[in-house]
Nanobody, 114 residues
Framework: QVQFVESGGGLVQPGGSLRLSCAAS????????MGWYRQAPGKQRELVAS???????NYADSVKGRFFISRDNAKDTVYLQMSSLKPEDTAVYYC????????WGQGTQVTVSS
């Protein structure tokens, strides 16, 4: 069974940076498009960044220019580098394969607050 494990979240001040990591068991990540999603309290989960197996990327307008998704195929890991963080970026962040009905991981909490 596919299992995603997210890490790297934490508490950061506005304007700060964090790098999230995503590893998986049951699949080889580098063979698939992958996405980073987030869910804030009381809101729907949303896709914030995605990366194709070939490396092409796409971003939600709310994070464009601040977040950067990448993958290290040697480590079979997907990253989300987040900079210029805002309080509205506070959410639980998940990685997942778009269009697949895999179970969601636990996510990693990102809190942006002074």
């Amino acid at each position: 069974q596919v299992q995603f494990v997210e890490s790297g979240g934490g508490l950061v001040q506005p304007g700060g940076s964090l790098r999230l990591s995503c590893a998986a068991s049951g699949i080889i990540l580098r063979n698939y498009a992958m996405g980073w999603y987030r869910q804030a309290p009381g809101k729907q989960r949303e896709l914030v960044a995605s990366i194709l197996s070939g490396g092409s990327t796409n971003y939600a307008d709310s994070v464009k220019g601040r977040f950067f998704i990448s993958r290290d195929n040697a480590k079979d890991t997907v990253y989300l580098q987040m900079s210029s963080l805002k309080p509205e970026d506070t959410a639980v962040y998940y990685c997942h394969r778009p269009y697949f009905a895999d179970p969601w991981g636990q996510g990693t909490q990102v809190t942006v607050s002074s």
